[in-house]
C-alpha cells in the first residue's frame, strides 16, 4: 500500500497484491499481502458474504473502535473508474475483518468467518515461510459487470443514443472499469437496428434503378431532402438522413469507433425509400 498525492493523511492508493498458492480461488476467500501485512479487501469481503459493497462500507464506517484501533486496522483508498469518479474500498487486517464480520449473521455467517480467518493465518504463515506468489488478477462476478453494464447504458440513453449504440458504448465503458465486455463475453460482434426490410447501399439501390452509381443515387436523395452532405473533422464526406430519411434509414453499428471515441456507424437505406427517388432516377 502507497499513498497518494492526496491532501487526506488517510486516503492510500491500491497497490501490487500477493496471494498464497490455493486450491480453489473461485470459492475461497481472497486475502492479500500489502507491505508484509495480510489484509482483505471490502469488496472482496462484500463479494465472499454476498453483500452489497456499499453495505459493507457503511458498516465499517459505523464500527464503535478507537480511532487509533481504526488507523492501524481499516485503510481507505481509492480506485476511479472511467467517467475520473472516485471508488471508495477499504484494506482491512484480520483484526479489522474479525471485529466486522462480528455484525455478519444468518446460517452461513459462521461457516464463513472460519474460511477468511483460516484464510488470514495459511497467508500469515505464507508470509513468514516466504513462498507468497503473485496474486491473480480479479475477475469480476457477473452481478458486478451486468450491474456497471446497466448503469453506463443509461447514460448513454439519456445522452442520446440508441438503443444498440447505448450496448455498444456501454461495452466498452465496463470494460474499462471492470476489465470485461459483456458483448465481446457474449461474441456479439455487431448489432443491427431492427428492420423488417433488406438494408441497401446507395449500390444497391443504383442497381435497382436500372445501374446507377452511389455518387448519383445519393445525390438523388440529397435532391428529394431524404439526407444531408456533412463533412467530418479530416474531411471525409457523411451522408446524414433528415427527418424526411430517418423512417427509411437503416443504421448499422460496426462496434468500432474513432478516435474520438465517438462510434462509426454506416447508413443504409431500407427499399421502401426506392418509391420517394425513382421519379428522379429516370
Known amino acids: 500500500m ?7 493523511p488517510d486516503l492510500l492508493v491500491a497497490a501490487p497484491r ?18 508484509g501485512q495480510a489484509r482483505a479487501d471490502s469488496r472482496d469481503v462484500a463479494d465472499f458474504f454476498s ?8 458498516a465499517i464506517q459505523n464500527l464503535h473502535v478507537s480511532d487509533d484501533f481504526r488507523r492501524r486496522n481499516f485503510q481507505p483508498f481509492k480506485i476511479n473508474d472511467l467517467t475520473g469518479e472516485s471508488l471508495s474500498h477499504v484494506s482491512m487486517t484480520r483484526d479489522g475483518f474479525t471485529f466486522l464480520a462480528m455484525g455478519f ?3 452461513t455467517a459462521g461457516a464463513f468467518k472460519e474460511a477468511f480467518i483460516k484464510r488470514f493465518n495459511a497467508m500469515e504463515a505464507q508470509l513468514r515461510a516466504g513462498s507468497v506468489a503473485p496474486a491473480p488478477s480479479r ?3 457477473v452481478k458486478e459487470v451486468a450491474a456497471t453494464f446497466r448503469a453506463y447504458h443509461g447514460i ?7 438503443r444498440n449504440q447505448a450496448s455498444l458504448s456501454a461495452g466498452r465503458a465496463t470494460k474499462a472499469v471492470t476489465g470485461v465486455d459483456p458483448l465481446e463475453a457474449l461474441a ?6 431492427p428492420q423488417q426490410e433488406a438494408a441497401l447501399t446507395p449500390s444497391d439501390l443504383g442497381a435497382r434503378l436500372g445501374g446507377k452509381s452511389a455518387v448519383v443515387v445519393n445525390k438523388l436523395l440529397a435532391q428529394r431532402g431524404l439526407q444531408t452532405s456533412h463533412r467530418a473533422a479530416k474531411g471525409q464526406q457523411y451522408w446524414q438522413p433528415t427527418a424526411a430519411g430517418e423512417p ?11 478516435g474520438n471515441g465517438t462510434p462509426v456507424r454506416q447508413l443504409k437505406w431500407a427499399a421502401s425509400i426506392l418509391p420517394l427517388i425513382e421519379g428522379d432516377a429516370s
Request: aromatic share 4%.
Open 105 to 107: 449473521t444468518g446460517a
Open 51 to 58: 453483500k452489497a459493497h456499499k453495505n459493507v462500507l457503511q
Open 2 to 8: 502507497v499513498r497518494s498525492n492526496s491532501n487526506s
Open 188 to 193: 456479439i460482434r455487431h448489432l443491427v437496428a
Open 156 to 162: 448513454a440513453r439519456l445522452a442520446g443514443l440508441d
Open 18 to 35: 500477493l496471494l498464497a498458492p490455493q486450491e480453489n480461488s473461485f470459492l475461497a476467500p481472497i486475502v492479500t499481502i500489502v507491505d
Open 139 to 141: 475477475v469480476p462476478p
Open 248 to 258: 427509411h434509414a437503416v443504421w448499422l453499428d460496426t462496434g468500432k469507433h474513432h
